[in-house]
């Protein structure tokens, strides 16, 4: 079985960063792709950010600029630092990844529960 679990949202002024955190646990045999989601009040969930096994890269043009993902594989964890952060970043953030529970496996979808970013101006 496998976990995921999104931290490190909270309530920040405009200009402000955070960093938010998305952890993997469980029988994890080989992680693919890592990437961040988030859902604005009222809106449909939208694509924020991927980062690829070999460590490649890419963002929503709403983000380019401002936010960095990255992966600790030893950890099986992905991070989100989050910068000049502006009121429509406000939303509930959540992690998807690819994981497969043998080496050999086929990669599933995980989502965690979301972790929620509020951005005040």
């Known amino acids: 079985q496998v976990q995921v679990v999104e931290s490190g949202g909270g309530l920040v002024q405009a200009g402000g960063s955070l960093r938010l955190s998305c952890a993997a646990s469980?029988?994890?045999?080989?992680?693919?792709?890592m990437a961040w989601y988030r859902q604005a009040p009222g809106k449909q969930r939208e694509y924020v950010a991927v980062?690829?096994?070999?460590?490649?890269?890419n963002y929503a043009d709403s983000v380019k600029g401002r936010f960095t993902i990255s992966r600790d594989n030893g950890k099986n964890t992905v991070y989100l630092q989050m910068n000049s952060l502006k009121p429509e970043d406000t939303g509930v953030y959540y992690c998807?990844?690819?994981?497969?529970?043998?080496?050999?496996?086929?990669?599933?979808?995980?989502w965690g529960k979301g972790t929620l970013v509020t951005v005040s101006s």
């Open positions: 998807r990844t690819e994981i497969a529970t043998g080496r050999l496996s086929a990669a599933m979808n995980y």
């Open positions: 469980g029988s994890i045999g080989r992680i693919d792709m």
């Open positions: 980062i690829s096994s070999d460590g490649s890269t």
